[in-house]
């Protein structure tokens, strides 16, 4: 499953900015065209730190929107998915501004 790869993704990135200190909180950005299911993601995540130094840590799911462009109308229009077109206009002379991220924000850890 794509959301479990990706959660122990996280996981070893977390793992290593951590260096042995206790995460408590961890956040990521996913962009839309990642396609992933944030609800997903989060159980996925419950699975990969159990029994893990990371148990316990909450994973938060920041869904970013997947929003172009337009060369020809300049309007900045929120995608929608899968046809990459501006959503003023209908042209689909558009640059993808965002919606492929998808990165570890930032991590809490106690102190
Ligand atoms: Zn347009």
Redesign the pocket.
């Given at each position: 499953m794509h959301e479990l790869s990706l959660s122990r993704a996280i996981g070893q990135i977390v793992v290593r900015a951590a260096a042995g200190r206790r995460v408590t909180r961890v956040e990521v950005d996913c962009g839309a065209l990642r396609q992933v299911v944030p609800e997903t993601l989060t159980r996925c995540w419950g699975l990969t730190v159990e029994g893990t130094p990371l148990a316990g840590a909450a994973l938060v799911v920041n869904p970013i929107p997947a929003v172009v462009s337009?060369a020809?109308?300049r309007?900045e229009t929120q995608l929608d998915w899968p046809v990459l077109r501006?959503g003023?206009?209908a042209?689909t002379d558009v640059t993808l501004l965002s919606g492929e991220e998808f990165l570890v924000r930032s991590i809490d850890v106690e102190t």
């Open positions: 337009c020809v109308c309007a501006c003023e206009c042209s």
